[in-house]
């Protein structure tokens, strides 16, 4: 029976983003944990879809003695921090300290975390880590299918395995997964994991182009899954990068791990030739607002469930502050007779609504409080049509067992648009947050949801059509538009030829 720490760590980073994530945010409960430590944290993560839950059961069900440590994330946002980075690394290297020692340490980490003083949050506290536990600690870290590996990443992890899916349906498979790597690696010591190979793409990937529920990434991923069944190898890993973190070692990765040094090798450039012949497939396809109401106008006489929008440039799972009304706008002048907008962050007119009740009017402004389009809000007056606590519990596949608090919520119409506010900034990905508010998805015409992938793992299968909606926000989706400074020189920004 080994000792083994626990602990995850987790930010994506989009540093063109108007908000930054402080202390205040790691401690917040939204739809994952709080920040949490020791025991608390089994208490927190448990029944909770994650990669630390995964691990767990994985060395649990070893035998082998948990020592856990902490776990926190935040919303997806501009950089983290200074004070809170080496607050919550500080923390996670004394308990360490404190528990040691130790015979392996797992973590749970997102890849792609730029922090107001670092470029890579994940390789500094891999450094550190190193840096006082020294080289003989087995360290197995599991990454975001969207994390931007990095060379000091891989130089400083024993081991390093990322998701396979997007949505991220599969984050509990790959944590027990890199647990049951680490527990290998116990066993057959360092050979385990002698050779690696890490190729950096040339080029990135648009962030609605990384599903795997279609192509090019559904085929690419059975790719991965396939060459993983070789038992020379440790790890096989492909990760989309996270295009929206402007850094050097931005972009998409292969990283091959094992003892067969031949077929760690001859792995890795399969994967990167298939890939460099895949680029084009990666075209981002987007609508306007116009052209996805006209589209949705022609297939739902004849459609049996909603035509969903993507409102991708929104996604606060991307970084967005979940404020911009361009689509809403936009229903609003079409004059559609029934659509559900979710969720705008809107706290001034969630607690309006609370505090006038059901079936009142009230009068505001709606979204454009972060200033970031340099658009006008909406104002206008609201009919309100239900009210929630904003508490629910995911029922979907990605956020099964999620503790969602987005605070007083409301569902409010004007005309034939009803609109979902409340007062934390989280991406509508689950059908359990409009359910709380009487919304049942399948029945309605459209549904506008603030999200670019991750609302597919509980929306795909009863939306009619799914259409990726380019309303101006900071989750770019055509990455030329972007305006880099640190990325490197060869790196090529997919092309938006398939936009109209």
């Known amino acids: 029976m080994a000792r083994i720490a626990i602990a995850g760590f987790q930010h994506e980073t989009n540093t063109f983003a108007p908000l930054k994530a402080a202390m205040v945010d790691f401690e917040m409960r939204t739809d994952w944990p709080p920040l949490c430590r020791g025991e608390r944290l089994l208490a927190e993560i448990e029944g909770v879809h994650l990669p630390i839950t995964g691990a767990l059961q994985a060395l649990s069900d070893a035998g082998h003695a948990i020592v856990p440590l902490l776990w926190g994330s935040a919303t997806p946002s501009d950089c983290v921090t200074r004070g809170a980075f080496e607050m ?6 004394d308990m360490l300290e404190d528990q040691w020692p130790v015979d392996g340490l797992y973590l749970d980490l997102h890849g792609a975390m730029v ?9 500094e506290l891999l450094r550190r880590l190193r840096d006082k536990f020294g080289e003989s600690l087995p360290i197995a870290v599991s990454l975001d299918l969207h994390a931007n590996i990095t060379s000091e990443m891989v130089q400083h992890a024993s081991l390093i395995d990322c998701f396979r899916e997007y949505p991220h349906n599969d984050m ?5 997964r890199t647990a049951n790597s680490l527990i290998r690696l116990l066993e057959h010591g360092a050979s385990f994991t002698e050779h690696t190979v890490l190729h950096k793409l040339p080029y990135q990937i648009p962030l609605t182009q990384g599903c795997t529920y279609i192509d090019p990434s559904k085929s690419i991923y059975e790719l991965v899954d396939e060459y993983a069944k070789n038992p020379g190898l440790a790890s096989v890993v492909f990760a989309c990068g996270f295009p929206l973190a402007d850094i050097h070692e931005t972009g998409p990765a292969i990283l091959v791990t094992g003892a067969d040094q031949e077929q760690v090798q001859l792995t890795a450039d399969t994967l990167l030739d298939e890939l460099l012949a895949r680029e084009s497939d990666f075209a981002l396809v987007a609508h ?37 009304v361009g689509i809403f706008k936009a229903l609003l002048a079409s004059q559609v007779d029934s659509a559900v907008v979710a969720m705008v962050v809107a706290p001034e007119l969630a607690n309006a609504a609370h505090a006038a009740g059901v079936g009142k009017i009230i009068s505001g402004e709606l979204g454009e409080w972060s200033g970031f389009t340099g658009e006008e809000p909406y104002r206008g007056d609201f009919g309100v049509v239900a009210l929630g606590d904003g508490n629910c519990i995911g029922t979907g596949p990605m956020w099964l067992g999620a503790q969602m608090a987005m605070g007083p919520s409301a569902l409010l119409r004007v005309g034939g648009v009803r609109v979902m506010v409340g007062c934390v900034n989280m991406q509508l990905a689950d059908q359990s947050m409009l359910r709380h508010l009487g919304v049942e998805p399948a029945e309605e015409k459209i549904l506008v949801l603030k999200s670019s992938v991750h609302f597919r793992n509980d929306f795909q299968e009863l939306a009619e059509e799914i259409l990726v909606v380019a309303s101006p926000g900071p989750v770019t989706a055509d990455l030329s538009q972007l305006h880099y400074r640190r990325i490197r020189p060869e790196l090529r920004i997919a092309p938006d030829i398939g936009s109209r």
Do not use: W, Y
């Open 88 to 93: 919550i690394c500080g923390q996670l290297m």
């Open 115 to 123: 922090c107001e003083h670092l470029e890579d949050g994940e390789g």
């Open 172 to 176: 509990g498979e790959c944590g027990a």
């Open 288 to 324: 306007s607002p116009q052209a996805a109401i006209a589209r949705a106008k022609e297939v739902l006489p004849k459609a049996s469930g909603p035509v969903v929008f993507a409102d991708t440039q929104d996604n606060p799972g991307g970084g967005g502050a979940g404020d911009t």
